[in-house]
């Protein structure tokens, strides 16, 4: 799967417009090419910028971002970044208006999935949206104290999908953040809480990353098929045990359903709701698990699963990728983004995160 395909919300890039609203919001008279640098530090403004991206030269790390939106006309911009990230929905400004906007993002190596490919080293956005006019931008490193993450233990339902038209939850989640909240993304295709917990690249690295009273949110289970249901138990178990030992607060979240409707409309069965070969009812585990240790529970199998049935078998295929894959459990960058916004939704609701640090539009 190729990566970077597309620009933030999938809308084709309108360079020209970005680069004349660049170089006159300015008052410059030309946009340069790539970074240059500053007594041999790197620039952290908009002479970091061509006309559909921007590059900082940085080291992995977190960084406040603010954006000044807008131009002569009206536009409506949206910012990406790293590997495929939504870090700000399309913003609109009318003619001669100017938006600021701020967020908070996790550079890292790898930049996306945890065993993937490095990606290319430093912050990377995209500029994108319907009409797109970026008239400045500031890269500050981010205070610690004044900083909270999100951590995310997950599989591709979550992660950071390298290629359109794949996107995971975690993926779209930064849009809905504000400046002071930064989501790293360390979910993984393909893992089940085995083989998480068996990988230092995974399960380790998330442990040495967590700081006090950051969130670590943990949703595996579409590939424990073979897992037990005493194990899959204890590895939720190790996992909860491990975030509280650095200072973190567990969150356990239950998976995204399948889109597998039964012929009276509805998601009860095995296989939409995640009951695996051995009869393990994986949500189940879940929330029995958080209840038992009192831990914060995001059922994220519920939400979603009214959510589809809400939408009905034909409105429901475009929250997954039936359509291009006539795959019904890996989701669509709509379904995806629709996904995110049930889980800002339960972090306000169980009082994990403020309301003045959210997005709603």
């Known amino acids: 799967m190729s990566t970077r395909q597309r620009g933030p919300t999938g809308a084709v890039v309108a360079g020209a417009v970005v680069a004349a609203t660049i170089a006159g919001g300015l008052g410059l008279s030309s946009v340069p090419a790539a970074a240059q640098p500053r007594d041999h530090r790197p620039a952290l403004g908009i002479e970091n910028c061509t006309a559909t991206a921007c590059h900082f030269d940085l080291p992995p790390g977190t960084y406040d971002v603010q954006v000044r939106l807008g131009g002569e006309a009206a536009s409506r911009t949206a910012i990406g970044g790293e590997t495929r990230r939504t870090l700000l929905a399309e913003t609109a400004a009318k003619a001669g208006q100017r938006v600021t906007r701020g967020f908070?993002?996790?550079?890292?190596?790898?930049?996306?999935?945890?065993?993937?490919?490095?990606?290319?080293?430093?912050?990377?956005?995209?500029?994108?949206?319907?009409?797109?006019?970026?008239?400045?931008?500031?890269?500050?490193?981010?205070?610690?104290?004044?900083?909270?993450?999100?951590?995310?233990?997950?599989?591709?339902?979550?992660?950071?999908q390298p290629g359109d038209p794949y996107s995971g939850w975690g993926q779209q989640l930064p849009q809905y953040l504000r400046k002071g909240l930064s989501v790293a993304n360390h979910a993984d295709s393909g893992e089940s809480t085995v083989s998480y917990l068996g990988n230092p690249r995974?399960?380790?690295?998330?442990?040495?990353?967590?700081?006090?009273?950051?969130?670590?949110?943990?949703?595996l289970a579409h590939n424990d098929k073979t897992t037990d249901e005493a194990t899959y138990r204890a590895n939720l178990e190790t996992m909860v045990a491990g975030v509280r030992a650095e200072g973190g607060e567990p969150v356990l979240v239950t998976p995204v359903v399948r889109r597998w409707f039964n012929a009276d409309g509805t998601l009860n069965n095995d296989t939409a709701l995640l009951v695996n070969g051995l009869g393990v009812n994986h949500p189940?585990?879940?929330?029995?698990?958080?209840?038992?240790?009192?831990?914060?529970?995001?059922?994220?199998?519920?939400?979603?699963?009214?959510?589809?049935?809400?939408?009905?078998?034909?409105?429901?295929?475009?929250?997954?990728?039936y359509d291009e894959k006539r795959d019904n459990t890996h989701t669509s960058e709509y379904g995806a983004t629709r996904y995110a916004a049930l889980v800002r939704d339960e972090l306000v609701l169980r009082h994990l995160v403020s309301e003045g640090r959210i997005r709603r539009g």
């Open 202 to 219: 995974l399960w380790g690295t998330v442990r040495s990353s967590i700081r006090p009273g950051d969130l670590v949110l943990i949703q």
């Open 104 to 160: 908070t993002v996790d550079v890292r190596t790898p930049e996306g999935e945890p065993t993937g490919p490095d990606g290319s080293p430093g912050l990377d956005l995209a500029i994108g949206g319907s009409a797109p006019a970026l008239a400045d931008i500031r890269v500050t490193p981010a205070a610690d104290r004044h900083t909270r993450q999100i951590l995310l233990v997950g599989d591709s339902t979550a992660c950071d």
């Open 284 to 321: 189940a585990v879940v929330r029995a698990v958080a209840s038992a240790a009192g831990v914060p529970l995001i059922d994220l199998t519920a939400r979603t699963k009214a959510l589809v049935e809400s939408l009905g078998v034909e409105g429901s295929k475009a929250l997954y990728l």
